[in-house]
């Protein structure tokens, strides 16, 4: 499936607006997400002609940053914060918790497309610690707990 | 209102004020009172107030300031950069949060003021990706400032990153708007003398910047007095990690880690205070001994660490310090551009003979090459940015600090 012509305008404008084609990638890439909930290699390719760059650069920009997804991901992301704070107030329990539940790693998806479990550097959410960043709307969630994990999964999150 | 001036407009759910709500309480004044005066006049009175910037250097911002040209005055063509550096990822840090989702109108006045003092024609407004209500509340903020006629004929945009903890460092974030992999640069030149596409640019943390309206509406020397020691002003400290209450906490400069940790409830675990990190993951490990060191930039780098952001992550005597050495060092190993080789070949390894330790299986050799790591690549100038430094302050101080725990770990042959 290619891109709408509507997203390809936005591409275009975005171009305009961010002084340029090699500053408007990273906005191409995070409007694809936003759409397609990753970055396909023919979404990228597309994008990258679109702006007139070669799809290497357009690839060494999304490869760079954690949350450009080059692979398909659920419908709701758990981003589990990696910092000191949320080890220190338990964070490892509530990790285990996840991946037992979901029966995944980190970095995986479960089979029926519902999560995606990812580590990420530390949210800001000290004071909520152990913390997650959930779904598309980026909601901060804690303090978490292993039992709160199971509500919270079972709930729909 | 005079007191506590970052943050006694806020509310406390932390929803953000609509324009109008933000004007009756005194919003924007100090915009009217900066475009009155010539921009040489408000880096005085920023100088005067002894700000020093607020995103881990200290350097004092006023300076920073002085050292943009006048429009037209430098080569070529083009504007004058400002840019709001609200990429917070530092582990223990969560103040940069606070301030774009609660005040963003407060983030907006101190940029509009900046871009007046440094000739600035563009503020971009740099947000991690994961802050989406304070993007959003910023973004709202801007679209009401600008319909008000606000903005003068300042352009205004916010620019959301995309998840890497080196995008903050000042120079690799002027790489990553430039549409590269945010791989930071050699100073000299300065961003004042070339930053963005070469123009004259200021980075100032969202902090420093939300501080600046205050510094105009008080004065000075009223904004220099809410201090307890020589840095002016107010600091949004943040206290984690093992206390009871976790919490942000606006207080004079100068407050000590006894009272900040008492107000935030005390010492949770054991009970007992191990240590603190008094700026962030990337600041050196203070003892018991200072906890009444007037935490600012100045003390706390005679006691031998750095302030950092001013966000303590605290210990106490039940917490394993090898463990949060291990985690830290496998942030910075997974967030570093991997550009240059002592971060991408050394904290990987690092990292991994922290996790050996953790696991009870680190070796005589392993000890010996943290320490040698530690020892080499400590002072700046081994790497390229100051990220490897900053990795290294907890792991050196943490060698000496919990040699016991290390001699243990190894005598033991696993976990106490």
């Known amino acids: 499936m290619s891109l709408s012509a509507d997203l390809l305008a936005r591409i275009r404008a975005a171009s305009d607006d961010h002084g340029g084609p090699r500053p408007a990638m990273l906005e191409a890439l995070r409007m694809i997400q936003h759409e397609h909930g990753w970055v396909s290699d023919a979404h990228l390719a597309e994008a990258a002609a679109t702006l007139g760059v070669h799809r290497a650069e357009m690839e060494a920009l999304a490869s760079f940053y954690s949350l450009i997804f080059r692979h398909p991901v659920g419908e709701t992301v758990i981003l589990l914060c990696d910092g000191a704070s949320c080890w220190l107030n338990g964070a490892d329990a509530v990790r285990e918790e996840l991946k037992a539940r979901l029966g995944i790693g980190f970095g995986q998806t479960t089979a029926d497309g519902r999560y995606t479990l990812l580590n990420v550097a530390c949210l800001g959410g000290c004071d909520r610690a152990p913390a997650a960043v959930v779904g598309r709307d980026r909601r901060l969630i804690g303090p978490l707990s292993p039992e709160g994990v199971a509500e919270l999964l079972e709930g729909g999150l | ?416």
């Open chain 2, 1 to 416: 209102m005079t007191e506590l001036p970052l943050t006694s407009r806020a509310r406390p759910d932390r929803r953000p004020h609509a324009l109008g709500e933000w004007r009756a309480l005194g919003g924007y004044a100090a915009v009217e009172r900066a475009r009155a005066m010539p921009p040489a006049e408000v880096i005085d009175m920023v100088e005067a107030a002894h700000l020093n910037g607020r995103g881990g250097a200290g350097f004092p911002a006023g300076r920073k300031w002085r050292f943009m040209p006048e429009r037209g005055t430098s080569p070529g063509e083009g504007p004058n950069y400002l840019i709001v550096n609200g990429d917070e990822m530092e582990p223990g840090a969560f103040k940069d949060r606070y301030l774009l989702e609660a005040l963003p109108h407060q983030v907006l006045e101190g940029a509009i003021i900046t871009a007046h003092a440094t000739h600035c024609d563009e503020a971009i407004i740099l947000i991690r990706d994961e802050y989406r209500p304070g993007i959003a509340a910023v973004e709202h903020a801007i679209h009401e400032a600008r319909d008000a006629g606000l903005l003068g004929g300042l352009h205004v945009r916010v620019h959301p990153s995309a998840g890497r903890y080196i995008v903050g460092e000042e120079t690799a974030l002027i790489t990553a708007l430039e549409g590269h992999r945010a791989v930071p640069r050699k100073r000299p030149p300065f961003p004042a003398q070339s930053g963005l596409w070469g123009r004259p640019t200021t980075v100032n943390n969202v902090e420093t910047i939300s501080l600046v309206p205050h510094i105009l509406d008080l004065g000075a020397q009223r904004f220099r007095a809410l201090s307890r020691t020589e840095e002016g002003g107010t600091k949004l400290y943040g206290v984690s990690g093992r206390v009871k209450r976790p919490q942000l906490i606006e207080a004079p400069m100068g407050t000590t880690a006894r009272e900040l940790i008492e107000r935030a409830g005390g010492i949770s675990g054991d009970g007992r205070l191990r240590a603190f990190q008094p700026g962030g993951g990337a600041s050196g490990f203070l003892g018991p001994e200072h906890l009444d060191l007037p935490l600012d930039f100045g003390h706390v780098a005679v006691a031998g660490s750095m302030f950092g952001t001013g966000m303590l992550i605290v210990l106490d005597g039940s917490a394993c310090p090898i463990g949060l050495l291990a985690r830290h060092m496998r942030f910075y190993a997974r967030e570093s551009c991997g550009w240059c080789t002592p971060c991408r070949e050394g904290l990987p390894l690092v990292s991994k003979i922290l996790d050996r330790f953790e696991a009870g299986q680190g070796r005589r050799a392993d000890l010996d090459l943290l320490h040698m790591t530690a020892d080499e690549a400590s002072p700046r100038g081994r790497s390229f940015c100051d990220l490897m430094g900053g990795a290294m302050a907890p792991l050196s101080s943490g060698l000496r600090m919990f040699a016991a725990e290390f001699e243990a770990r190894l005598a033991e042959g696993e976990r106490p």
